[in-house]
C-alpha cells in the first residue's frame, strides 16, 4: 500500500506561481514512476506530467511545458510540480499517483496510488 499526500493547492492570479508537493509513505517511493494529473469541473481526469524512478526523465502535456516542472527527492520521499505563469484554464483538483514500474506513464490506467488531490485555482 502507498499513501499520497498532496499539498500546497490555493488560490493565485493568472501569472502567478504554485509549488505543489506530494509526500508519500508505505511502499519503496523511489522504485516508481510519478504523475501529476487534474481534473477541472465537468471535465475528465487529465495528465499533466510525470517522471521516472531517478527523475532523470520527464514528460508533459502540451499545455503545461515549458511553465510547470515536476521533480522529486527520493530522500525525502517526496515528488514536486511547481506550476509558473499560470493560466485560469489549469483550475483543477490536483492529484499526484505512484506507477506500478519506473518508467514514464501518461494514462492513468497505469497508476496504482493515487492521492485525495488539492484545489488549485487561478482567478482572471
Known amino acids: 500500500q502507498v499513501q499520497l499526500v498532496e499539498s500546497g493547492g490555493g488560490l493565485v492570479q493568472a501569472g502567478g506561481s504554485l509549488r505543489l508537493s506530494c509526500a508519500a509513505s508505505?511502499?519503496?517511493?523511489?522504485?516508481?514512476?510519478m504523475g501529476w494529473f487534474r481534473q477541472a469541473p465537468g471535465k475528465e481526469r487529465e495528465f499533466v506530467a510525470t517522471?521516472?524512478?531517478?527523475?532523470?526523465?520527464?514528460y508533459y502535456t502540451d499545455s503545461v511545458k515549458g511553465r510547470f516542472t515536476i521533480s522529486r527527492d527520493n530522500a525525502k520521499n517526496t515528488v514536486y510540480l511547481q506550476m509558473n505563469s499560470l493560466k485560469p484554464e489549469d483550475t483543477a483538483v490536483y492529484y499526484c499517483?505512484?506507477?506500478?514500474?519506473?518508467?514514464?506513464?501518461?494514462?492513468?490506467?497505469?497508476?496504482?496510488?493515487w492521492g485525495q488531490g488539492t484545489q488549485v485555482t487561478v482567478s482572471s
Open positions: 508505505g511502499r519503496t517511493f523511489s522504485s516508481y514512476a
Open positions: 499517483a505512484c506507477a506500478a514500474d519506473r518508467g514514464l506513464r501518461v494514462t492513468a490506467a497505469e497508476y496504482s496510488y
Open positions: 517522471t521516472t524512478w531517478s527523475g532523470a526523465r520527464t
